[in-house]
């Protein structure tokens, strides 16, 4: 049996522009300029026939980038809004914690607004008056539940718009985005809390952005996409083909912001320390970097790697004249600017003979050993002695992805060994 189903949900709100100013409102009377200027221009379709069930005592996640239309479908779950056509149907007591201190009013103490939600929630006052040292305890709010809520930090606010949510004991608990704000510890409480209500059989509609706490804690998972569902079901199965999709967009942001030499001429100034100097591009252009390309395993060309991947930068050279004291460099950087790994064809070993007309330099990368991030490219064509031909400073962007929540900016090959008594499984 259901808990939630949603048949060809759609919404559509107006939008209104701001066609001009009024001078005064007598004037706007005067001409009937209130109303026609009042009129929308146009509607906005945030859910397109949205279908899903959640049965009873699972826990549902839906992910999606920011205006998918998970907000939307949440709130009208929660009867807070009506679809424009379509039907949701939920069966059980609703409690809902969508937007960060919704239905708090600011002026009063937290005491008067937790029998005011209470009561809003379908309880009675002796219901609430029984579990209100529960829901301050839960809120870790005793020595502020007298002041206003107004002088509440938005974590504070968090916590108490939980902790009424959770104790109402609802059939059916939504929650958006809104533990982003909570510190650990109480992440943890609130995660804690979420395993218990699913042992009791309660359902669980998730909305955030945290993709591991989907994997790790719901049954299903819905991808939604421009109000559209773009996959529903197993979390592992929907998780990945979302954050393929994510990939191919972010390839393409990352292709459209650089990967092409500007077409200014370069400075002849060589700034005075290299490693200071903002984005840019100099030498005195006896040789110069036509294109740079980074190609992924794939064999294309890419922006977008995952850590350990192998990975070939290559440089298009053209000598505008006969060049016999050159060297070619590469440098990575991450996006504070700190110098990762950097090398040239001379400190490699390398001994220059030749360079003549068009020609192709290729850096092959084994493994891309670099922790998640943002990192920026420099590569050069030089003489031995550092003076550049063209040198192109952070012009190039690439990221790169990780599982893992490593910290710093390398990731060295490494094993862990165990003897003795202890015992660890997974590595």
Known sequence: MNAIEARDVHKIYRRYGRRKQFATLKSALLSGSVLRDLRPDAVFEALKGVTFDVAKGKTFGVVGRNGSGKSTMLKLIAGIGKP????????????????????????????????????????????????????VRFAELEEFIDAPVKTYSSGMYMRLGFAVAINVDPDVLLVDEVLAVGDEAFTHKCLDKFAEFRRRGRTILLVTHSLDLVTRFCDEALWLDAGVVKAHGD????????????????????????????????????????????????????????????????????????????????????????????????????????????????????APSELTGEGLVIFTIDALNLVEGTYKLDVAVHRQDGVPYDYHRLLYTFRVKSPLKEVGIFRPPHRWSFSGGIRMSGL
């Open 235 to 350: 979390p592992k199965r929907v998780i990945d083909a979302y954050l393929m999709d994510v990939a191919g967009t972010e390839n393409v942001q990352l292709a459209a912001q650089s990967f092409e030499p500007p077409n200014t001429e370069p400075a002849n100034v060589e700034p005075r320390d290299m490693f200071k100097a903002d984005e840019g591009r100099w030498g005195s252009r006896e040789a110069e970097i036509t294109n740079v390309e980074m190609i992924g395993v794939r064999g294309q060309p890419a922006h977008l790697f995952q850590s350990g991947e192998r990975v070939e930068i290559r440089l298009h050279v053209r000598a505008n004249q006969r060049v016999s004291d050159f060297a070619f460099g590469v440098g990575i950087f991450n996006a504070e600017g700190i110098c990762c790994y950097g090398t040239n064809t001379s400190i490699d070993g390398g």
């Open 84 to 135: 424009t056509a379509g039907t949701v149907r939920v069966d059980g007591r609703v409690s809902a914690l969508i937007e960060l201190g919704a239905g708090f009013h600011p002026e009063i103490s937290g005491r008067e607004n937790v029998y005011i939600n209470g009561l809003m929630l379908g309880l009675s006052r002796r219901e609430i008056a029984k579990r209100f040292d529960g829901i």
